[in-house]
């Protein structure tokens, strides 16, 4: 047996059960040497948000402690610093697993490419995903593009049932390796204290992800396919972080969710349940087959779309402030947990598009920054759906009502209150629409419009027309 060790490189699979490329790596009996690289510098525009940056710190000192200590990290080029390591340890051999974000392909390309030229063996496996990009495609050879045929015909239908999860393998035998760059030295934690009710909202690392995988099925799961429209409820799984981070893997969910499914009857929710980690596999099928995804319309018709550019209205909705309750809801849930459950997301997102008619990178741009689970699969193409430009996506004239969404998914404004406390104390009545409350109830209630709660910043009739007429614009130009 030799002493030099086998490198893994750990990028979005922050995890040791059920992950191929430390398990195979483990398997061998050689010493292991686990790495990770802040890797600024390739990522360009996609350098990690704030909120993630916060959660990769907390992902990795989890993930550091469930190596004994043994992970080392690092800041800068990967290439440089994977050629300086195997110098330095005399590795001959790097495993780690695939990446689908164009960036991370082109630079990992390269990377096993000048290795190879240096008799370096490099090999990669699939952790992330349940079905590879490069295996779902249509029978004429091209990529899907719209989602229903993907998941059925593409991924259920081949009878091909994802691998079970891999345990985690024990008695690891770790090559010790000097580096002296500690985790805080990444400096992904906020130099003033914004992360204080984030701090409390996750536990974050891979014994979390189990617990809320649990969780979840055990108390979420029945009435998922109805339940997860409603923000208030404990119907969503709140995954996404750690599916992105990678610190629990979509096999492990999909195996534990079919037992689940099976032992508590629960097929319809189930199957819904897993149909959404599908929408995750599509969005990542995008982004390999479209890598313009995260900037480029989809449809190319929208890049005459003729958008508004009001800095003051961006602002308002970033902040929370646009005198619409179920928009400013979801923002402040953003900005405090660092969270957004989906149906208010839409909301938001169509409020963005739709009725201020500001561009989708805005909202894209301001989601990358602020959501711990922030993709640029998922995000790019959820932009794309929601403005009407992208694959499937949602026909431009489907203008999402807020105060109307409001009243249906929150009904008693269990969710609107717990954001927004300074109109808490309004009747349900006026919870969507604060502005058509009698005086006497505003005054009751101790609040001025105005001034202890935002009036609306927009017409919803007036901007509705607006978009629409902006839309049928495109339409005949195109
Ligand atoms: C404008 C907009 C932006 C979004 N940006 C992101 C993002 O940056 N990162 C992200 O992970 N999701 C994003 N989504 C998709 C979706 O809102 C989140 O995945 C979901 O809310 C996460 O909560 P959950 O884990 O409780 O979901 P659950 O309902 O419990 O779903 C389980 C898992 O399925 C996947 N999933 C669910 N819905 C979708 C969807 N519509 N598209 C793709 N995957 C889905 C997620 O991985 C999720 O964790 C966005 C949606 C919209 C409308």
Redesign the pocket.
């Known amino acids: 047996m030799t002493n030099t060790p086998i490198i893994v490189w750990f990028r979005q699979d922050l995890r040791l059960r059920d992950n191929p490329a430390f398990i195979a790596a483990a398997e061998t009996g050689q010493p292991v040497l686990p790495i990770y690289i802040l890797d600024d510098e390739n990522a360009g525009d996609w350098k990690m948000g704030a909120a993630s940056q916060w959660w990769l710190h907390h992902s990795l000192t989890s993930l550091n402690k469930n190596l004994d200590g043994n992970l080392r990290v690092y800041h800068g080029d990967a290439s440089t610093i994977i050629s300086d390591i195997i110098t330095e340890t005399k590795a001959t051999t790097l495993y780690w697993n695939r990446c689908y974000e164009p960036w991370r392909i082109a630079r990992d390309k390269g990377i096993k490419s000048s290795l190879k030229d240096k008799h370096i063996h490099v090999q990669s496996f699939n952790g992330s995903l349940l079905f590879e990009p490069h295996a779902v495609l249509k029978e004429d050879g091209t990529p899907y593009k719209v989602f229903t045929p993907f998941y059925r015909k593409g991924c259920l239908e081949r009878n091909v049932e994802p691998p079970k999860p891999q345990d985690t393998p024990d008695a690891i035998e770790y090559y010790y390796a000097t580096n002296k760059t500690q985790i805080s030295d990444l400096k992904l934690l906020p130099t003033i204290p914004w992360d204080t009710t984030m701090r409390e909202e996750w536990t974050i690392g891979e014994d979390g992800a189990q617990k809320r995988l649990s969780e979840f099925l055990n108390n979420g799961l029945n009435n998922y396919k109805e339940g997860?429209n409603h923000p208030a409820q404990d119907n969503?799984?709140?995954?996404?972080p750690y599916?992105?981070f990678g610190e629990i893997s979509p096999r492990d969910i999909w195996h534990e969710t079919k037992a689940t499914m099976v032992a508590q009857g629960l097929e319809k929710d189930g199957d819904h349940?897993l149909s959404?980690?599908g929408?995750?596999e599509f969005?990542n099928n995008l982004l390999y087959h479209f890598p313009d995804l995260p900037r480029e319309n989809l449809q190319k018709k929208f890049d005459y779309f003729p958008w508004c550019d009001d800095q003051e209205a961006l602002k308002a909705w970033q902040t929370g402030q646009t005198g619409y309750p179920i928009v400013d809801a979801g923002m402040r849930e953003l900005w405090q947990t660092g969270y957004m459950?989906?149906r208010v997301?839409?909301i938001v997102?169509s409020f963005l598009v739709k009725n201020l008619l500001l561009h989708w990178h805005h909202?894209e741009s301001w989601?990358w920054d602020t959501?711990v689970?922030?993709?640029l699969a998922?995000?790019s193409?959820?932009?794309q759906?929601?403005a009407g430009c992208g694959a499937d996506a949602a026909p431009y004239f489907r203008v999402f009502n807020p105060i109307t969404q409001g009243q249906k998914f929150d009904k008693d404004g269990t969710y609107i209150r717990k954001y927004i406390p300074e109109i808490a104390a309004l009747p349900e009545k006026y919870l969507n629409c604060p502005w058509e409350t009698p005086q006497d109830i505003l005054n009751h209630c101790g609040i001025t419009l105005g001034k202890t709660y935002p009036n609306p910043i927009v017409d919803l009739k007036v901007s509705r027309e607006q978009a629409l007429n902006a839309f049928q614009s495109i339409k005949e130009n195109s």
């Open positions: 997860r969503v799984s709140r995954l996404s599916l992105h349940f959404e980690i929408w995750r969005s459950h989906n997301r839409m997102g909202g989601f959501l689970d922030a993709d998922n995000n193409a959820s932009w759906w929601i």
